[in-house]
């Protein structure tokens, strides 16, 4: 799974080719979907605008669980978003209900994952040490 977040229309993280990509407008967030770089390059499809990070959040978590669930094994997101359609996932993600459950999955899924950077900034001592490796290199 490769994303992006670009800040601005200008794009510089180049979003639009990544298999989920946020792009900052004025007024909100387009979020691209499907894309895909390298020798079988695609321009991910425009899924939604959205105005706050909050739908944001819920529709690309919606959007990644529902992946999770409907993808092949190693399929990539433009393939997946081909043999869907951009309409039936729309579909899916349109309804509200549909929406908070897989929200509610991809929660409980994530639930049991342990941050390894987390971890270590968290412990006083790791963290003491990883900076003054950091500073002294």
Known sequence: MKMAVSACPRNCAESGIKDLGVVGIDGGWEIYVGGNGGTHLRAADLLYKVKTE?????????????????????????AWVER????????????????????????????????????????EKTANTLFKSLVTS
């Open 54 to 78: 909050e739908e944001l959040m819920e529709i690309t978590g919606a959007y990644l669980q529902y992946y999770r669930e409907t993808a092949n094994y190693l399929e990539r997101t433009s």
């Open 84 to 123: 869907l359609s951009l309409d039936h996932i729309r579909s899916i993600l349109d309804d509200q209900e549909k929406r908070d459950e897989l929200n509610e999955r991809m929660d409980k899924a994530l639930s049991t994952y342990k941050d390894p950077w987390k971890q270590i900034l968290e412990d």
